[in-house]
Antibody, heavy 126, light 107 residues
Framework: EVQLVVSGGAVVQPGGSLRVSCEAS????????IHWVRQSPGKGLEWISL????????YYADSVKGRFTLSRDNSKKSVYLQMDNLRPDDSALYYC???????????????????WGQGTLVSVSS | IVVTQSPVTLSVSPGERVTLSCRAS??????LAWYQQKPGQAPRLLIY???TRATGIPARFSGSGSGTEFTLTISSLESEDFAVYYC??????????FGQGTKLEIK
């Protein structure tokens, strides 16, 4: 069974930083890209970033580009989302999501999201 | 690519057949997925490739369409199907984009 356990959510002040972690099990971790999707309270889903199978490539939504950074440690089956210069509109439930493919160099990146973690709440408020 | 779902809310009775719509602002071929989200839970993949059911998804769920117009049909609503449904395109990325969701509520 695929599991994605997310931790690290917290209340932070505007301009602050936070790192959230996602630990995976139940699949061959280094075959797949990992994505992050967030959901503001009572709102819809927003894709914010992905990191490919080996951590060599990452992509970001414009809303977080330059402020958020993804990394992964395949030996620990973990992905880390570093969030800097946080703003109140970053307040959301952050989901770690397994992509359907690895975003290898020769792949299309045509990836849907086949397994979701439980989410961690990030609140940015003074 | 902007993805638009309709209607925003749908009031239906158990046992009814329901069709949800999803429209993309430009062609996404068949690279469209549907997800179900119940209150307090993470979304769950229902359909990918516009019409392929994910593992463990009941046959009453079906998807169709290509290009810019897609539908999710639930043939006979059961009580556990009342939830919010999202479509998502993955043809042109980044970003991967979701519709705003359709909420199925009990009439």
């Amino acid at each position: 069974e695929v599991q994605l356990v997310v931790s690290g959510g917290a209340v932070v002040q505007p301009g602050g930083s936070l790192r959230v972690s996602c630990e995976a099990s139940g699949f061959i971790f280094d075959d797949y890209a990992i994505h992050w999707v967030r959901q503001s309270p009572g709102k819809g889903l927003e894709w914010i970033s992905l990191i490919n199978w080996d951590g060599g490539s990452s992509y970001y939504a414009d809303s977080v580009k330059g402020r958020f950074t993804l990394s992964r440690d395949n030996s620990k089956k973990s992905v880390y989302l570093q969030m800097d210069n946080l703003r109140p509109d970053d307040s959301a439930l952050y989901y770690c999501v397994k992509g359907s493919e690895g975003h290898h160099a020769d792949s299309s990146g045509l990836s849907y999201f086949d397994s979701w973690g439980q989410g961690t709440l990030v609140s940015v408020s003074s | 690519i902007v993805v638009t779902q309709s209607p925003v809310t749908l009031s239906v009775s158990p046992g009814e057949r329901v069709t949800l719509s999803c429209r993309a602002s430009q062609s996404v071929s068949i690279n469209l997925a549907w997800y179900q989200q119940k209150p307090g839970q993470a979304p769950r993949l229902l359909i990918y490739g516009a019409s392929t059911r994910a593992t463990g998804i009941p046959a009453r769920f079906s998807g169709s369409g290509s290009g810019t117009e897609f539908t999710l049909t639930i043939s006979s609503l059961e009580s556990e199907d009342f939830a919010v449904y999202y479509c998502q395109q993955y043809n042109n990325w980044p970003p991967y984009t979701f519709g705003q969701g359709t909420k199925l509520e009990i009439k």
